[in-house]
């Protein structure tokens, strides 16, 4: 798969290098490209906002840097990108979508930064690839660098060959649209405090049922909302 991700401080981006996903990255797993959208101005203070049309607080990003980094990097693609846009006004981002979008050749995802980009943007790469406004959560943070972080750690895990035991992904919470059972791990007594003894029993048919529950449990108390989906 490859990534594309658009920024103003593309040194948000430095950490892809560590961990499952820089390893990824050397087995040639997922080609993650970081670009400065100052890159695509032309004037002396590399300029990227201006400010609102109709008034208002704060500043829009200007839509010339951005058609150009997107034309550059249409042009340069295989296939027909899926261009993700965070934003706090977007479709939330779950588990199925990044299975979904796991699936995709090309991401580009476009971090706004201030009030966020011209509208027109969107626009117009709609005629480039499918374009998806995405949020990671009803909060708002102060550009779009630490969702796409989110996302690409989420979508990338999934691309087979990244995780190194493909069962833990299946044994995870949202994946079968419940919360992840509890583990334990030795000692079995720790100050004070037991490990379940159904999990020291050695039988397997108690143990999923035990953990099923768990699941139904947890789900239960901390997201009633996933059950009534
Ligand atoms: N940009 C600012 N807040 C965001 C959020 N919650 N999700 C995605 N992008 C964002």
């Known amino acids: ?15 892809l290098e560590v961990s ?7 087995a040639g797993l997922i080609d993650v490209r970081v670009h400065d959208l100052r890159d695509w101005t032309h004037d002396r203070h590399r300029t990227v906002d201006d400010t609102p049309y109709g008034g208002g607080a704060g500043m829009v990003m200007k839509p010339e840097p951005w ?3 997107l034309d550059a990097i249409a042009t340069d693609s295989e296939s027909r990108p899926v261009f993700i846009f965070p934003s706090p ?6 588990q199925a979508k990044a299975r979904e979008l796991a699936t995709a050749e090309h991401l580009v995802f476009g971090c706004g930064r ?3 980009i011209d509208e027109r943007v969107f626009d117009y790469a709609a005629e480039l690839g499918e374009v998806r406004l995405m949020s990671i959560g009803d909060y708002v943070l102060n550009g779009g ?8 750690e989420a979508i990338g895990r999934l691309i087979p060959g990244v995780v190194g035991n493909p069962e833990s992904l299946v044994e995870e919470s949202h994946e079968d649209g419940l919360l992840e059972y509890p583990s334990y791990t030795k ?3 720790w100050r004070g405090r037991e490990v379940p ?5 050695g039988n397997h048919g108690a143990v999923d049922t035990w953990r099923r529950d768990q699941q139904v449990i947890r789900t239960r108390e901390r997201r009633p909302d996933l059950l009534a989906d």
């Open 187 to 189: 000692p079995s007594l």
């Open 67 to 69: 058609g150009e980094a």
């Open 197 to 201: 003894p159904v999990l020291l029993s």
């Open 145 to 152: 660098e630490v969702a796409v972080m989110a996302m690409i």
């Open 1 to 15: 798969m490859r990534i594309d991700a658009i920024s103003i401080f593309p040194s948000y981006f430095d950490v």
């Open 89 to 94: 006004a977007g479709e939330v981002f779950t």
């Open 20 to 26: 499952l996903l820089g390893k990824a990255r050397l």
């Open 114 to 116: 201030y009030e966020g």
